[in-house]
């Protein structure tokens, strides 16, 4: 999947704290200010082997990630493209410094390990109003639908 910098390419639906967020290629403070979820380059797209990495603001232009501290193992993580719903499961949260951009990589944690699973990460500021880590949440794919389908029981409750 190529996109150019800037352009929508996903919404991110977080059920458990009530947010919905726009997914833009790219993590250029241009995009993240926008209050959107900005997609690492490099990763990989939604639904795909490897890791779908995103980050955003937790505090500023919009917050979109101000609860994320607030999700739990198993929560959902819902990635709605043009043609599907990609149901993640949150796995878990981490803590790491600024400089530990392992989290991005293929193998979330483990650089130059060729990934066989679908992750998705999300990464923000921690804790609130410091830069001084990053919170991280982990995400396993559970399953994938198409839109034609409707949405999953994740977003409707049942």
Not at 1 to 19: K, Q, R
Not at 56 to 80: F, K, M, N
Request: charged share 15%; glycine share 10%; with cysteine.
């Amino acid at each position: 999947m190529t996109t150019s910098t800037g352009a929508a390419m996903a919404i991110v639906h977080l059920p458990t704290i009530d947010e919905v967020r726009p997914v833009n290629e790219g993590v250029e403070l241009s995009i993240l200010n926008r209050g959107v979820l900005g997609h690492y380059p490099d990763s990989a797209a939604p639904g795909d082997v490897g890791n779908f990495a995103v980050a955003g603001h937790r505090t500023t232009y919009g917050r979109p990630l101000w609860g994320i501290a607030e999700l739990s193992p198993g929560d959902p993580i819902v990635v709605e493209t043009p043609t599907a719903y990609y149901v993640y499961r949150l796995s878990e949260l981490r803590i790491v410094q600024p400089d530990q951009s392992e989290v991005v990589a293929p193998v979330p944690g483990r650089l130059g390990e060729q990934p066989s699973e679908r992750w998705m990460v999300m990464t923000a500021c921690h804790p609130k109003f410091s830069a001084s880590q990053r919170i991280v949440a982990l995400s396993m794919l559970d399953h994938a639908q198409p839109r034609s389908a409707g949405a999953p029981a994740a977003l409707t409750g049942g």
